[in-house]
T-cell receptor
């Protein structure tokens, strides 16, 4: 099966600019996740979707970050305006369901550098 | 809050050496425990998991046992290969219904020939 697709692979922007990341999950996977992985740290969940609804966005900095999954398939994550501390790898993952026996499949991530 | 603590890396070993990567957790409930691996240039992959105390997860020669009494889930392999060089993440999910993975900081393993 095709894996989780993310683009772009790399992005360099200046602070205060905006940026968007795209994710296409595995076909049929209802649950989609965005994680932020800062260098030297483990991934941190930003937002979780079940189909096109938000399940958990408690750690999403909503003053600058937004995410949508309008048709319940692919998703975009946006940062506006970006700060230096947003430099990180942004990982998208998907799973068939929400229950524990539904493993997460991760994309290769988008590496963001904010200068 | 719920958290996972891993030993710092990098862990540097010669091929065929024995590997242990320590992982301990703090959780309010009874979590399921996971090890994920990230090979260079690739996405995170599930390596193994254990869902209750005393369970042993295993895959590709790696093993980890869920120890409730010591709140630990150490990763072991009897004989590492160069191809095992990667970053290993310990993680937990609380058994509360929906999946919210909490990751440790990761441990880089470097295996030399």
């Amino acid at each position: 099966e095709a894996g989780v697709a993310q683009s772009p692979r790399y992005k360099i922007i200046e602070k205060r600019q905006s940026v968007a990341f795209w994710c296409n999950p595995i076909s049929g996977h209802a649950t989609l996740y965005w994680y932020q992985q800062i260098l030297g740290q483990g991934p941190k969940l930003l937002i979780q979707f079940q189909n096109n609804g938000v399940v958990d966005d408690s750690q999403l900095p909503k003053d600058r970050f937004s995410a949508e999954r309008l048709k319940g398939v692919d998703s975009t994550l946006k940062i506006q305006p970006a700060k230096l501390e947003d430099s990180a790898v942004y990982l998208c993952a998907s799973s068939f369901g929400q229950h524990l026996n539904s493993p997460l499949h991760f994309g290769n991530g988008t590496r963001l550098t904010v200068t | 809050g719920d958290s996972v603590t891993q030993m710092e890396g990098p862990v540097t070993l010669s091929e065929e050496a024995f590997l242990t990567i320590n992982c301990t957790y703090t959780a309010t409930g009874y979590p399921s425990l996971f090890w994920y691996v990230q090979y260079p240039g690739e996405g995170l992959q599930l390596l193994l998991k254990a869902t209750k105390a005393d369970d042993k997860g295993s895959n590709k020669g790696f093993e980890a046992t869920y120890r409730k009494e010591t709140t630990s889930f150490h990763l072991e392999k009897g004989s590492v290969q160069v191809s095992d060089s990667a970053v290993y993440f310990c993680a937990l999910i609380l058994n509360t219904g929906f999946q919210k993975l909490v990751f440790g900081t990761g441990t880089r393993l470097l295996v030399s020939p």
